[in-house]
């Protein structure tokens, strides 16, 4: 064809198809193998799809969920689902499963996902008898590579730290200044009395540029960061968020000495590019509830759990609060609220809608799309199903030019 059509033309076709034509057409010719794999080339196939995806609004949101045969509930599989963000929010794909691939001592590490950004995935890798929980790789399941992450140096390790409970939050994003992708990672013990001027905490900082980890110095982590709590930080205009609380110290009559715990919320953001934390103030109304963040477009959204009251059912499940404009704190603004038994959020949709777990009293779950406007709903997923991630999901064809790439075939299952 490249005696027909100048190259450069060639190559404003190829940008414009999806990824697995391009994946098939690497092998034509040696010469569209080398273009397609460059670097330059798979960046700006991503930024193509991405500009596609907004001027036609096909946008896609990747869905997790662990399933639980009856007859063998000791049998779990991990499904990755990807749903097009929408109203009817009907299926666009099932991804191919990676996670057999990996074995050690003939059993199957226990691997979560805690982030995804530009079509890759990160996992985790959690002992289920220590609980200790590590980044283990970068999957791009478009194009089936993955990338193995080296283990984090370990830290925390002295023996007067022996006796505590090791914390991990993990998060993932993408830093446009460098084009490099990074893993936070914050290790945290839950010591309560030592070093009472800040909480015990480490911060290590993963490249996939560099291949390797680095420890950040303790003087630019904030003296209140801790990790451990149950939601995983959010990806929101280069930086990484987290829900904290602000160090206080109190007086314990019975051991007679002072100890550190939590004070009022505030939100804590670590950004990518220049690895420096920061944070965002939230309503004075909000600093003393129990609250969660999630991502919202382009900025953040609040929820504030409600617990169920059996003199005041009406008055349960969440209210939803959101930044109006990123990183204005005097932009918060009150949405609604969302009146159920227990509901977990998991995610917003484009449109406005809200993707959920609700529970009810007796601790039957189902997974719905809930329009917060008509507050009509739509039920999806299996009793079977335990959902657990949603986020937005573009396909690319980042870690096609990764050295450390390995490349895997697996059946969905």
């Not at 990676?98 to 050690?104: A, D, G, I, K, R």
């Not at 038994?341 to 601790?363: H, N, P, W, Y």
């Not at 997923?381 to 335990?386: L, P, Q, V």
Request: aromatic share 12%; proline share 4%.
């Amino acid at each position: 064809m490249s005696d027909f059509f100048p190259e450069e033309i060639i190559e404003k076709i190829l940008l414009r198809l999806p990824v697995k034509s391009l994946i098939k057409f690497t092998a034509v010719c040696k010469s569209w193998l080398s273009l397609i794999k460059t670097s330059t080339f798979v960046q700006s196939h991503l930024c193509t799809t991405i500009d596609s995806n907004n001027q036609n609004d096909a946008h896609l949101l990747l869905l997790l969920s662990a399933y639980s045969y009856p007859a063998k509930e000791s049998v779990s599989y991990e499904h990755h689902w990807l749903r097009w963000d929408s109203p009817e929010f009907g299926e666009y794909s099932k991804l191919s499963n990676p996670f057999p691939f990996f074995t050690y001592k003939n059993k199957r590490p226990d691997l979560r996902v805690f982030g995804t950004c530009n079509g890759l995935v990160c996992l985790e890798s959690c002992d289920p008898y220590t609980r200790d929980c590590s980044p283990a790789l970068i999957w791009n399941p478009s194009i089936r590579k993955i990338v193995m992450l080296p283990t984090p140096p370990a830290c925390l390790t002295s023996y007067k730290y022996h006796n505590y409970r090791k914390y991990t939050s993990h998060g993932f994003g993408y830093d446009s200044h460098s084009n490099d992708y990074k893993v936070l990672r914050v290790v945290s013990v839950s010591d309560d009395h030592s070093d009472l001027s800040r909480f015990t905490t480490v911060v290590q900082v993963y490249s996939l540029a560099r291949g390797s980890w680095k420890r950040l110095h303790a003087s630019v982590v904030p003296v209140d960061l801790q990790a451990g709590g149950s939601e995983r930080p959010d990806f929101v205009n280069g930086c990484l968020h987290m829900l904290e609380v602000r160090l206080s110290v109190y007086y314990d009559d019975d051991h007679q000495e002072h100890r550190k715990c939590g004070g009022d919320s505030f939100i804590a953001y670590f950004n990518l590019a220049t690895e420096v934390f920061g944070e965002i103030m939230i309503p004075e109304a909000l600093r003393k509830d129990e609250c969660s963040i999630s991502r919202y477009g382009e900025s953040l959204a609040l929820i504030k759990d409600k617990s169920y009251n059996l003199d005041d059912p009406a008055n349960c499940g969440c209210d939803i609060w959101v930044m109006k404009e990123y990183g204005v704190a005097e932009s918060w603004t009150f949405l609604y609220n969302i009146v159920m038994f227990q509901a977990t959020i998991f995610g917003f949709k484009r449109c406005g809608e809200v993707v959920l777990e609700e529970m009810d009293s007796l601790e039957q779950t189902r997974m719905l799309s809930l329009d917060p406007k008509s507050r009509q709903v739509k039920v999806f997923g299996t009793e079977d199903s335990t959902y657990y991630f949603m986020d937005s999901f573009v396909e690319s064809m980042v870690l096609l030019d990764h050295a450390e790439a390995i490349s895997y075939q697996s059946e969905i299952k």
